[in-house]
T-cell receptor, first 117, second 108 residues
């Protein structure tokens, strides 16, 4: 399977704990995105990388959230001191980005469902 | 104001019906448009890209109206398996904004 993979699929944690999620994009894709989705809403942009560079972060992303893509391949999203409001589906997506060209569509992983108790 | 807005529905239609969804976007610089389908508790999956001249893929037709800043999706001859949430996406060269989705229920 050469699609986007995310790990873990589900995570239950207690408020105040730290959690880390991993995303492995489609291998030839240079762009990697993190989105968050809550019930009844569409995916909400969090951040994206082009290769290893984090080019943009949403203003909604508090200081407790950090993402890395150290070698331009897989990415991790860490949430420190989790809060109940962090409960959501965290989706990773990748795409092939080319300079000055219309973006190619996003391909999503299965997501990580986080429940903070 | 949200970047992309959609009627949340639900649209309840009988099998075989034709149904249309519209979506508006606020950023006139948007250049990339897509429709995604999302089943309950699953990830979004690309249904089709939307091109300026409009495009068709089987029973699905997508249109873009840049002057009015909206895109549409038409589904003909609805099937039970079309029941899902349809997400409209507008984006620039490197950033994508999703609508909240329109729920479609196709009934026998």
């Amino acid at each position: 399977d050469t699609g986007v993979s995310q790990d873990p699929r589900h995570k239950i944690t207690k408020r105040g704990q730290n959690v880390t999620f991993r995303c492995d994009p489609i291998s030839e894709h240079n762009r990697l995105y993190w989105y968050r989705q809550t019930l009844g809403q569409g995916p909400e942009f969090l951040t994206y990388f082009q290769n290893e560079a984090q080019l943009e972060k949403s203003r909604l992303l508090s200081d407790r959230f950090s993402a890395e893509r150290p070698k331009g391949s897989f990415s991790t999203l860490e949430i420190q001191r989790t809060e109940q409001g962090d409960s959501a589906m965290y989706l990773c997506a990748s795409s092939l980005g080319r300079p000055y060209r219309v973006a190619s569509p996003l391909h999503f992983g299965n997501g990580t469902r986080l429940t903070v108790t | 104001r949200k970047e992309v807005e959609q009627d949340p529905g639900p649209f309840n239609v009988p099998e075989g019906a034709t149904v249309a969804f519209n979506c508006t976007y606020s950023n006139s610089a948007s250049q990339s448009f897509f429709w995604y389908r999302q089943d309950c508790r699953k990830e979004p999956k690309l249904l089709m890209s939307v091109y300026s001249s409009g495009n068709e893929d089987g029973r699905f037709t997508a249109q873009l109206n840049r002057a009015s800043q909206y895109i549409s999706l038409l589904i003909r001859d609805s099937k039970l398996s079309d029941s899902a949430t349809y997400l409209c996406v507008g984006g620039t060269l490197n950033k994508f904004y999703f609508g909240s989705g329109t729920k479609l229920n196709v009934k026998p």
